[in-house]
């Protein structure tokens, strides 16, 4: 499996038999410029969106015709298996920022867990539905979704693999969010990838949580 860091809180994750998988793709350019992260150009078969604000719901962006998929629940599209899970936006159960969906989704046997705008943390409830988690992707910033403390928190709670943190201030996101480095100055495991692309193979999957940094796609 392959995922590639397009910005922002937009991935494409690519299995081995070619699917691929667009999480909340943003529009380039949107609130007055401030998210300036280039336009999408990535087709895909499959794209999530964790809740409806234009910097995580662009499906237009997409050059392509993909199955696009919103709600919860569990559903199977060309052998990927989604999981749809509602957690908050805010800390006040939704009636600041509404709700948003955590996805799990399950390629070549390993388990991506995309948290959209997570804006608290997870109750236990929510914790179990998420279950095992390989590869964690997390927002890092604050103000929108949890910040640097409350991702510690949710990393440690979720125990990933891997942990590769999005949705923080960078030179093509002026959103007033924090940078990466609040959230990994006192992490010891920390890998930054001088790429937006990895690879993750299931037997090579590190036995601590890793966190690892990508560029994103210019």
């Not at 969106?49 to 998929?69: A, F, G, K, L, T």
């Not at 409830?125 to 095992?132: D, F, L, M, N, V």
């Not at 999957?205 to 990508?214: N, R, S």
Request: net charge neutral; proline share 6%; with cysteine.
């Amino acid at each position: 499996m392959k995922i590639k860091w397009l910005g922002h809180a937009a991935f494409l994750i690519t299995a081995k038999d070619g699917t691929k998988i667009i999480t909340d793709p943003y529009k380039s350019g949107s609130f007055s410029g401030a998210l300036s992260y280039p336009p999408i150009k990535e087709t895909a078969d499959i794209v999530t969106i964790s809740h409806e604000h234009e910097d995580h719901n662009y499906v237009r962006s997409i050059p392509s015709q993909p199955q696009v998929v919103r709600e919860i629940g569990t559903r199977i599209i060309k052998n990927v298996k989604i999981e749809g899970i509602t957690t908050c936006h805010d800390t006040s159960q939704g009636r600041e920022r509404g709700l948003n969906t955590v996805y799990i989704i399950t390629v070549d046997n390993l388990r991506v867990c995309h948290l959209g705008d997570l804006g608290a943390l997870p109750t236990e409830a929510e914790r179990q539905k998420i279950g095992k988690v390989d590869v964690l992707l997390i927002p890092v910033g604050g103000v929108f979704t949890i910040d640097a403390e409350a991702a510690t928190k949710v990393t440690t709670m979720l125990n990933p693999r891997i942990a590769i943190p999005m949705h923080y201030k960078t030179a093509h996101c002026a959103f007033p969010i924090a940078p990466v480095e609040d959230f990994i100055k006192d992490k010891k495991l920390v890998k930054r990838i001088e790429s937006s692309e990895v690879e993750v193979f299931e037997k090579s999957l590190p036995q601590a949580t890793e966190i690892w940094v990508l560029q994103y796609q210019i």
